[in-house]
């Protein structure tokens, strides 16, 4: 960032990508613009039209230097990436990866709310004050390369994937999912599986402990199948929930069901020292079924955009886009069809700007 004249600047660097990425961010931006307007924060975009679009124009999702310009700004704000007849692993791999360990993106951070207007699953009496954050690890645990198939064909045929936990990795996510225990304030449940596994998950159990001596924080270790059980049971029970990469995947996907929409749910991807840009996006991908009717709930990528502000250090803007987040999500109008609301993109967004705190 840069400062002067009164006036705080960031530099944000805006990747819609591909579908309803194209039309919720810019909804993002405008909340962005609305929020900021009037204080002593700035910021100035790029957009870049990296995505499976330009893959299949140009055969690469970014340019080869893309990495470098990512560098010089403060964050990132994406859309989705994704397209049915581009494989995944292009769009993983071409892209999201890259940018997540190129950037020491070692925290995902997955917020989950209950709003009202938004109808959970769940019986009303089971769903009521949901309010917790998934800590997932982002950069290593089950989702390694290391494996592989043995005598494939045959009857005796083997497969193989080896899970890969580092101290380091392991010491910086505990870290901070201790540090965000402690300025919340309801305690840390910590996802393990150490009575099946019985290397990694007692690894990352004994460094939980070890971590846990240096915070004030009230913390107990779970196992993740009784976990889950236990988020279905009693969700409003949790409050910050750190897992490994695979558990964390598992238990957001979980935890987001709960409380209503995939449209609304928000991810950070976390450098928490700052020494690399963090990136912010919603859970959702492209919605080839909905893209272009501009009916695409714009408020994952609003709430991803709080998250952003937030970082940057500037709670009480943050805390503004969720006042107008839950104005809008208050009302059948200001909601989209899959909150089975009767708005648009654009009137949800509107609402948004209107409801400010
Ligand atoms: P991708 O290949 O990019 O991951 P996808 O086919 O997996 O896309 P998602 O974007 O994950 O699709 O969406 C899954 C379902 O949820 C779709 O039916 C989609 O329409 C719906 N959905 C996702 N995001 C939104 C949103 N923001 N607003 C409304 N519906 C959404
Ligand atoms: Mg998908």
């Known amino acids: 960032s840069c400062f002067t004249g009164g006036m705080t600047t960031y530099r944000l660097a805006v990747i819609p990508g591909d579908g309803i990425g194209t039309e919720v961010t810019p909804a993002a931006l405008s909340v962005l613009a ?10 100035t975009i790029e957009e870049f ?10 055969g690469a999702m970014m340019p080869e230097d ?11 704000l994406l859309g989705a990436v ?41 019986r ?16 290593e645990g ?9 005598y494939e064909g045959f009857a005796t045929e083997v497969a193989m994937q080896e899970s890969v936990f580092t101290r380091t990795g392991v010491t910086r996510v505990v870290d901070y999912a201790f540090e965000l225990a402690s300025r919340r304030g309801r305690g840390l449940t910590s996802a393990t599986k150490s009575n099946g596994i019985v290397h990694t998950m007692p690894f990352w159990d004994q460094i939980v402990a070890e971590r846990a001596e240096l915070h004030e924080v009230d913390w107990r270790s779970e196992h993740i199948d009784a976990l889950c059980a236990k988020l279905v049971m009693n969700p409003a029970a949790f409050d910050v929930i750190v897992g490994s990469n695979l558990f964390g995947d598992i238990l957001s996907d979980l ?57 940057l250090g500037h709670p009480e803007v943050a805390e503004r886009i969720m006042t107008g987040v ?32």
């Open 49 to 58: 039209d990296w995505s499976c679009r330009r893959y299949l124009d140009r």
């Open 255 to 311: 935890t987001a069901a709960v409380v209503g929409s995939i449209g609304i749910a928000p991810s950070a991807n976390l450098n928490p020292e700052g020494t690399f840009p963090s990136m912010f996006e919603p859970v959702h991908g492209s919605a080839p079924d909905i893209a272009g009717r501009a009916i695409a709930n714009p408020i994952g990528a609003i709430w991803s955009t709080a998250m952003m502000v937030d970082h």
């Open 66 to 76: 893309g990495l470098d310009r990512l560098g010089q700004f403060d964050a990132i």
């Open 142 to 150: 089950e989702y390694s390369r290391v494996g592989g198939r043995l």
């Open 326 to 357: 839950a104005t809008s999500l208050a009302t059948p109008a200001t909601r989209t069809p899959d909150l089975s609301g009767t708005g648009d993109t654009r009137g949800v967004t509107e609402a948004v700007v209107a409801g400010l705190g």
């Open 34 to 43: 609305a929020a900021t307007a009037g204080t002593d924060l700035q910021f």
């Open 82 to 122: 994704g397209a049915p007849d581009v494989p995944d692993h292009v769009s993983l791999w071409g892209l999201l990866i890259p940018i997540r360990r190129a950037f020491e993106q070692y925290v995902n951070l997955r917020p989950v709310r209950l709003f009202d207007g938004v109808t959970s699953p769940l």
């Open 124 to 139: 009303p009496e089971l769903a009521r004050d949901v309010d917790l954050v998934i800590v997932r690890e982002n950069t």
